[in-house]
């Protein structure tokens, strides 16, 4: 006969939902991670499930038909694009929604935009645009189980598999033009994963660069940096998107800028990886830059860096 749960593992449970709650208002994903360890041990949900939710924190967009959606994007002076592709990790076709923001330029060159967790692209327009005034043509895309792409859990694979099909999109679309790569914050993370990927394909796939934004080392290293980083469960992280290991597999440019005033994601571990990499590379620190400001803060320091370490701007350059 089943036993039923002593009193110490009920309230355990009831505390550590009503933490889990306080704590995704207050800190986000990062803060939940503790809490719903904990309630791993007593069964309160299966962790594997509950990391997934947490690190990437998915919401996908009112329902709404493609006409509308690319009547929206004409209204921000940008394209609505569809991605499908078939998933190894989950088995079943995927459907990516996307938005092209072009150059005046067309022989701009091309990035692809990989947005953080809690983002689609629907509230990446603004950091889109930005990139486009840099002197890109940009195709931010939104994973699966974010804004109108297909409702599934994401998985540390299968968001790099959406990165992946985005990416052959822009080389079958944009043939011959320089291709670039971004991601801001979990994004980083899975831009490094897929130019590690790169690398070991055929060189007319490699970008011609890479850059990161407010991006962290590590899952692991960021759950130490909370106030119950102590607790053991680093080796129950499935979801490890574990740049620091990753990132001297790539051999493209590397640009890492981080704010130094990231509050969320210490500018150490911008610092960090920059150091592990192997490729030519770069760091930039922007002073004042925050979490979500680095990008407008540093305009010009981008611009600088985009010149002298890319070409993307000067004359003849991309």
């Known amino acids: 006969m089943a036993e039923n749960p002593t009193p110490t593992a009920a309230a355990l449970r009831s505390a550590s939902a009503l933490a889990l709650q306080m704590l995704a208002r207050r800190r986000g994903w990062l803060a939940a991670f503790a809490v719903t360890a904990t309630a791993l041990s007593v069964g309160a949900a299966s962790w594997g499930t509950q990391q997934r939710k947490w690190i990437f924190q998915a919401s996908q967009a009112p329902a709404s038909t493609p006409e509308a959606l690319a009547e929206a994007a004409r209204a921000n002076d940008m394209e609505s694009v569809w991605i499908e592709h078939r998933s190894a ?3 079943g076709p995927i459907r990516l929604h996307a938005l092209w ?18 983002r689609d692209v629907g509230r990446t327009g603004y950091r889109v645009r930005e990139m486009r005034e840099l002197g890109f043509s940009v195709l931010a ?3 699966r189980g974010f804004g109108n792409s297909t409702d599934e859990l994401p998985s540390e694979a299968g968001v790099v598999e959406d990165a992946a099909a985005a990416w052959r999109w822009l080389g079958e679309h944009r043939p011959g033009q320089a291709r670039y790569l971004f991601g801001h914050s979990l994004g980083g993370a899975i831009a490094v994963q897929l130019a ?8 007319a796939e490699a970008p011609s660069g890479v850059i990161v934004e407010g991006t962290f080392t590590s899952i692991g290293d960021m759950f130490a940096t909370l106030k119950w980083g102590w607790l053991p469960i680093t080796g129950l992280i499935t979801e490890r998107f574990d740049s620091l290991a ?5 051999r493209a440019p590397l640009l890492v800028v981080h704010g130094s005033e990231d509050a969320l994601v210490p500018s150490r571990f911008g610092r960090e990886l920059y150091e592990r990499a192997t490729s030519a590379k770069q760091f930039v620190l922007v ?10 803060r540093g305009t010009e320091q981008y611009r600088e860096a985009l010149r002298d370490f890319f070409g993307v701007g000067a004359a003849g350059g991309g």
């Open 246 to 250: 990753t990132v001297p597999r790539i």
């Open 101 to 118: 923001a072009g150059n005046d330029d067309p022989a701009a060159p091309v990035m692809l935009y990989l947005h953080g967790a809690r």
């Open 89 to 91: 990790a989950s088995g």
């Open 141 to 143: 895309v939104d994973y």
């Open 196 to 203: 590690a990927q790169l690398a070991e394909g055929p060189a």
């Open 287 to 296: 002073e004042g830059g925050t979490h979500t400001t680095t990008t407008w």
